[in-house]
Each structure stands twice: as C-alpha cells, then as structure tokens.
C-alpha cells in the first residue's frame, strides 16, 4: 500500500523498485554510511562489515530458496564451502582472474545445488531437509578424500597475491568494498528473480506445488531453478569468503553455519529480500556484540571469571534469538511493514 | 641563622625525597603490551577452557610480579571468546590487531585457518598448546605449536611400544580409532598409515576405524581390532571416542591397552569412566608434561601457582598445557627483551626470537623438552620427542620421558 497521495503514472514508475523520493534519500544515505564506512569508523567495524555482506549474500541465495520457493535448505553452508574451494583452486592454481574465479565457484556450487533440487521434485519438509543435510556430508567427505593435489585434503587451499583491476586485496578495507559492490549486485539480481516470472513461479510452487502444477508450472524446474540460484548465491558468498581468508579448509563451512544462516533468515522475515538483510545485520551485530563484551566484563569482573562471563554472553544470545522466534515469528520485516502501513493510515485504524 | 639551616634541611630532604621518588618511578616503569588469549568459551572445548585459561591468566601473573617487573615489560592478557569458528576468529582479528598486539594464544584448527595468511603481514606471532598437524607443516608459519604433530607424537609411542614391550622383535599391531569429521583427526590416519607403510618391521595396521567425533558404540568395531589381535589401540582423536573405546573394551570383556593424547588423557577421562582404575594399563603419549603426582619441578610449579597466583584448575594434561603453552610464551618475550630491551618490542621481534634462540626444558620447568624452531615447520622438527605415562595401581606415572621419535617424512 502506497502512502496517501502517492501514485503512478507511469509503468516503469509501478514497477520501480525504489519508489518515492524519501525512499532515495534513505538508500543514497544508507550507501553514503557504508562507503565512508572505512574512514570513519575502527577496523573492527570493517571487518564486521565484510562478515556480514559476504553472510547476507548466502542469506539472500537462501531466502530465495526457502523463503520464496518454500524449499527447506540445510546445506547452504556446504554450498558456500563448494564455492569458496572453486574460486580457491581457480583463481590460485588455474590463475584466473578473481571475477571469474568468483563466477566459477558461484557457478559449481549451483551445479551442486541444482542435485538437491532435483531430489526436492519428490520429497518435502523434513525429508527434504534431510537430504540437505547430506549435503554436508557429502561436501565433507569429497573434500577430505579427494586427492590432496586437488582439493588440498585437510590442509585445504590457500591463495597468494590476490588482487582486481589491480588492486591489492591483502587489507580488510580493499575486501570491505569488494564484498560491499557484491552484496549491492546480488541483492539487486534478487529482486530481479523475485519480481519476474520466476519468482512468481517460486511463490506458487511453496503456496501449493499441485495447483502450481495445474496452473502450468513445471514444479520439478522451479525447484531445480530455486536450489541452483540459491547455491549459486552461496558459491558467491564462499568465493568472497576465500579471498577475505586467503585460505579454505573443510571445518569453516559446518551444518552449524547452515543453521546460523537460516537462524538469520527467520529473523528477519521469510518471503522478504529485506527481511534477509536485515535478519544478518541484526544477528551478526548481536554476535559480535556478545563477543566483544565479554572480554571488557570479564577485565571489569574478574572475580566472576571467563568461563561464567562468556558463558552468559552466549545464553543472553540465545535468549534474543528465542524471544524473537516467541514474540516476532514473521520475522523482523513483518513488523516493518506493519509499523509502515500504521504509520500510512493514520490517523484511521484500517 | 636557625631558620636558614633549618630551611636548608629541609631543602635536603625534600631534594633526596624527589630523587628517591624519580629513581623509584624509573625502577618500576614498565612498558604494557597486550597479549590476546584466543578462547572457546562456548563452543565444543568449552569444558576445558576454564582450566586452559586459568593456567595462561595464573603464569602471565606470577611472570608480571616475578619476572617482568625486573625486566620493565608488563603483559596485560585480554580473552576472547571465538567459540572455536573461523568466521569468528576472522571477525575478530582486525579489532585485536588495532590493540597492537605482541604475542597470542591460539587454540587450534580454526585459529589456524583463519589467521595462517594474515599473520605474516599483520607481524603477530600466534603460540598454540595442542599438537600441529602434518598438513601445518609448511615453511614460514606464524602460528607456532609447541608439540610436534599427533603422528609424530603416535609414531614415537608405537616404536617406544615395540622396542621396550615387544623387545623389538615383532611389528607391533595397532589398531587407530579416529574420524573423518575433522581435518585434524584424518591426518593423523593418514601419517599413521604412512609411517605403518613405510616401516612394516616397527608396526602392522590391523586397522583404521573411522568413527564419528562423538560415538554412541564402538563394540563391533572394538570386537573387530580385538579379533584381528591388536597389541595397542592408539585413540589420540576426541574424549568422546577415548571413553566409547574404554567402554566397548569393558563390554566385551577385553583387556587391550589403549594410548591416548593429552587432551583426552588418563587422568582426564577417569572420571567419565568410574576411577583412574578403569583404565589400569592404559598409556598417555605427548610431547607435553604427563600430569602424574610424582615430585617434579613441572607439578612444584603449578602448587606454586595455586598457592600464590590464584590457580584454581585441577593437575591435568590441559592444564599443564595451558601453563607450558604460557611459559614458552612468556620465556620468548624475555629472550627477546634481552636482545632488544623491553621499550620497542614488536611480533616481528618474538618471531625472530623464537627462530634463532633456543627454549630450554629447564625454563620451562619441565613443561616441555628443548624447543628449537625452524623457518621449515610450524613445530619443533629436529628431535622431537615424546613423553609416555601410563596408569599403574590407580596412578598416573612417567613411563618414559624425552623419548626420542623416529624421523619422519611428511605424509
């Protein structure tokens, strides 16, 4: 619903994505903070800044998945993991150019996700996210297993030197700013999927795959095509991930991250590119909030000691998450939009 | 005429008074440097982490009171919580490394993988008290560990096994239990089965069980390695696995000694088990302290440190390793304040330190043997060796100390 006195007439303005000026103020400020992000702020903020774009691309991928497509995802993590030993391995042993390397292991992790989508054709719910699960596994096994000359076995991959266009991206504030125009890309494709027709075909296939299917939806395609966006999304996320570590090894990418990225989706709001966004900033704030904390009360308390201190840190994080899920289950964005529409009827009540 | 000598007494006194008060301030001034303390708080080493970072908090200040006021450095710990994740770690760092740090704990794997990069541009040398991995094992390493690798920790177990209870007569059959699940605990399969390969005179493999971190059963596997006739069962991997062999043994009726590391040694799963009884027979094999109640300088050191420094963790393996962890630390710092005085210390200092100066055993009261490091490997490479323990009448007690470990090439 659109605030009173604000209409179209045109159709590219209908179906603009940013739609009143108010709404490009905010975006352009939104984006004036970020970017002078790295000058005004300590480093500490910078290399949250790179954790949560690079979390909120695979979070994005996984909303697509689950939030719009209504398929359960539990190996986003190990797609994430395909995708950062493709770039890895291309960019460090095969030389390719990073923005190829990242487009290759976005690329074999869909690859890997669209076999998990092929299984959704026949399966739902918990099986499904079973199946997702040996996701896991499966990325685990090969990993360790494959000759080490391949993959680096236990070790992993390490990349040297890496840089684009000539920059050299061995500091934070460089990664900062490649994951930054990442997550604007990615973000923006999303929406492109979810308001085309394939989002639409990815809605109607989680309202009710059946009538989808009398509807002239190729269900068993749409649910390939939402693993392999997602998982394309994750490889993006791995890929950045790999060239903000400059190494990957198996254990970084673990069931318990899949469940931290669904964790952040649910938060902010299934159904919802925004939701997704900000369902990561909120989580990883609170994560890093707890995280830094703990050392400043255990100094301040030391009688109390570490392991109580850190220990409550995480129990009061535990805590947030589950008020969340008790008091706010549509997730964060659900009490935007209502917040929103309040503020655009008043002073009536409907 | 009274008042002026009155008035110049007093100028005397208060002249010596200020120079005695200058010439104290210059005797206690010391520079701080911040020493990160990775830490899991709150992931899966969470139950050992009160007493690992009991030991570091304990010997940084019995070193600050003791040592460091002397020398004019002061080391002002500060934990973090990274709950055992790279994401974290990585998260973290650039805040840590804005505190300038000298010198840090790590704590492993994920430590490793998320800094290993960074660390030789960042000047900040990481010390971990868990034993490397044969896939560490590569040239210009920042994160230091004190112990060889769990292979070559193994590999000199089996071969003091072989030469001592076998009289070197017989490969010994082994048998490994370790798991896929962590990179860490396939490596060492894959140098066991390696150094087996490669010396079928010292060891026969009956078999490698791959189980998972934390095992509901291992008794078919158990009456697998028994039937198969294993000397040793070698369970370095998780607590979880020692015990779930431990039990699978008891099941079945089957007495079979089992070697363990240090971190889920002996002493430390006794209690899970029902007694230090439980486990008569069974070895401890690594290259740090064995936690035994014999009279050593390493046990002498940690009463002192309960007594006088506010240690509160029981003697154990982990706590002797967050203690010699500490020592190996602090002993770098001292060395390299000798070459380059306590004022401008920096990590590309205690780096250089560590690679030129030898760490004696005895500064390191026994906590450690002789540490010397090398450019080649992130551990001590050149005679590395192992201490042995073994439970004996209800006891923990040394079986062998510094034995050495066969050379090894890396698998």
Redesign the interface.
């Known amino acids: 619903m659109e605030a009173s006195g604000v209409f179209f007439t045109t159709y590219a303005g209908d179906r603009s994505l940013v739609r009143t000026r108010p709404q490009w103020i905010a975006l352009s400020l939104l984006m004036l903070v970020l970017v002078a992000l790295p000058w005004l702020a ?3 903020w ?3 800044g790179y ?1 949560i774009f690079i979390t909120a691309v695979a979070v994005v991928g996984l909303q697509i998945c689950t939030g719009y497509a209504g398929q359960i995802n539990l190996g986003q993590s190990a797609f994430m993991g395909v995708g950062a030993y493709a770039c890895a391995v291309s960019v460090s042993q095969w030389s390719f150019p990073l923005p190829a390397g990242l487009l290759f292991g976005g690329a074999a992790a869909a690859a890997f996700g669209s076999l998990f989508g092929i299984s959704a054709a026949r399966i739902k719910g918990f099986y499904l996210a079973l199946t997702t699960i040996a996701a896991q596994a499966l990325f ?2 090969f990993v ?2 494959l000759p080490s000359r391949w993959l ?5 991959v ?3 030197g890496i840089a684009i266009f000539g920059v050299d991206l ?1 500091n ?1 504030t460089a990664i900062y700013y490649l994951t930054l125009v990442v997550l604007v890309v990615m973000t923006g494709g999303a929406f492109g999927i979810v308001r085309a027709r394939h989002g639409r075909a990815f809605e109607a296939v989680r309202d009710d795959d059946v009538a989808a299917g009398m509807m002239g939806i190729d269900v068993t395609r749409t649910k390939v095509r939402a693993f392999l966006v997602s998982a394309f999304y994750a490889g993006i996320a791995g890929g950045l991930w790999a060239v ?4 990957v ?4 990418f673990s069931l318990f ?1 899949s469940i931290w990225l669904i964790a952040m989706m649910i938060v902010g709001g299934l159904g919802s590119i925004v939701g997704a966004l900000i369902g990561t900033v909120v989580i990883q704030f609170a ?2 909030a707890v ?2 904390l ?2 400043s009360l ?2 301040a308390f030391p009688v109390v ?3 109580i ?3 409550s ?2 129990v009061l994080l535990g805590t947030v998450v589950i008020l969340f899920l008790l008091f706010e289950p549509k997730g964060l964005m659900h009490r935007v939009t209502s917040a929103k529409q309040a503020f655009r009827r008043w002073p009536f009540p409907y | 005429m009274k008042s002026a000598t009155a008035l110049r007494y007093a100028a005397a006194i208060l002249t010596v008074t200020l120079a005695g008060a200058f010439a104290a301030r210059d005797a206690r001034a010391e520079t701080s440097y911040v020493v990160p303390s990775l830490s899991d708080f709150s992931g899966p080493f969470s139950s050992v982490m009160p007493a690992l970072g009991g030991a570091r908090e304990s010997v940084i200040g019995w070193w600050n009171a003791d040592v460091g006021s002397k020398i004019g450095v002061k080391l002002v710990m500060k934990a973090y919580d990274t709950r055992f994740d790279t994401a974290q770690t990585a998260s973290l760092w650039p805040g840590i490394l804005a505190e300038k740090p000298l010198v840090g704990f790590a704590l492993g794997g994920p430590d490793t993988a998320a800094l290993q990069q960074r660390l030789p541009n960042d000047k900040v040398v990481m010390l971990l008290a868990s034993a490397s991995n044969g896939f560490g094992w590569r040239p210009n390493q920042w994160v230091l560990s004190m112990r060889p690798t769990f292979v070559h920790e193994q590999v000199g177990f089996i071969d003091w096994y072989q030469k001592t209870k076998l009289g070197g007569k017989r490969p010994v059959k082994v048998a490994l239990v370790t798991s896929e699940a962590s990179p860490s605990y396939a490596d060492i399969a894959k140098g066991i089965t390696a150094y087996a390969k490669a010396n079928p005179s010292v060891v026969e493999l009956v078999e490698v069980v791959f189980a998972e971190v934390q095992p509901a059963d291992l008794t078919l596997q158990m009456r697998r390695v028994t039937n198969a006739g294993a000397d040793v069962i070698l369970a370095p991997a998780s607590l979880q696995q020692a015990i779930a062999v431990k039990r699978a043994l008891q099941a079945l009726g089957k007495k079979v000694p089992v070697a363990f590391s240090m971190h889920n040694a002996p002493g430390f799963i006794a209690k899970p088990m029902g007694g230090i009884e439980t486990l008569e027979g069974d070895y401890e094999a690594q290259s740090g302290v064995i936690a035994t109640n014999e009279d050593t300088e390493a046990k002498r050191f940690y009463d002192m440190l309960v007594a006088k420094h506010g240690l509160k963790a029981p003697w154990h393996g982990i706590t002797a390793a967050g203690i010699a962890q500490t020592l190996l630390l602090v002993r770098s710092v001292e060395a390299a304040t000798r070459k380059n005085g306590p004022a401008k210390l920096n990590g590309e200092m205690i780096h250089q330190t560590l690679l030129d100066t030898p760490i004696t055993g005895a500064s390191l009261f026994g906590y450690s043997p002789d540490l010397s490091y090398n450019i080649s490997a992130p551990f001590p490479v050149y005679n590395p060796k192992v201490n042995i323990g073994v439970v004996k009448d209800g006891k923990v007690t040394t079986a062998a100390t510094g034995y050495p470990i066969p050379k090894l090439d890396r698998w």
């Open positions: 300590p480093e500490r910078i290399s949250m954790t685990h096994f360790l297993n680096g076995g236990p070790g992993g390490s990349i040297e061995a934070d903000a570590l400059r190494h090894s198996v254990e970084q991250s994560r890093e995280t830094t703990g050392p255990s100094q000691g570490q392991d201190v850190f220990a840190m995480n």
